[in-house]
């Protein structure tokens, strides 16, 4: 399941330095940013084989999950907050604020064939009668 992640942050009265290093679990291949986003829905998709960690540089987004079994959503509004999305995890990313600027950390090079676009079927939930 996806989980967030704080990055550590060194401050003082000169700014933030926030470091991604040794946290992410997984060697970095490709890296992507999105930025520009209307009232749009992005994503949508999950992987067979791909691991990401989304950072919100600027401004903020939410990001809804769903693993299968359980459904989440996460609110990114600091460069210092990293969400782990691991390749089951499907998700979409929306909310964007004007200024928001989304980087992604991938652990593998962009391939078509790895992307799962249906979303996982709705779960029926069993009623108990007593």
Not at 31 to 37: E, Q, R
Not at 73 to 92: A, G, R, T, Y
């Amino acid at each position: 399941m996806a989980c967030l992640i704080n990055l550590k942050t060194f401050t003082d009265a000169r700014g933030n330095l926030t470091v991604i290093e040794k946290v992410v679990p997984f060697d970095i291949k490709r890296i992507f940013y999105i930025y520009g986003v209307d009232n749009s829905v992005r994503g949508g998709h999950r992987h067979h084989r791909t691991v990401q960690a989304a950072i919100c540089l600027t401004g903020h987004c939410v990001i809804a999950n769903d693993n299968g079994q359980e459904k989440q959503e996460f609110v990114l509004n600091s460069p210092d907050k990293c969400l782990i999305l691991h390749p089951e995890d499907w998700h979409q990313m929306h909310g964007f604020s004007e200024n928001a600027i989304l980087m992604v950390l991938a652990s593998e090079f962009f391939d078509p064939e790895d992307y799962i676009y249906d979303p996982y079927p709705d779960r029926i939930r069993e009623l108990t009668l007593t």
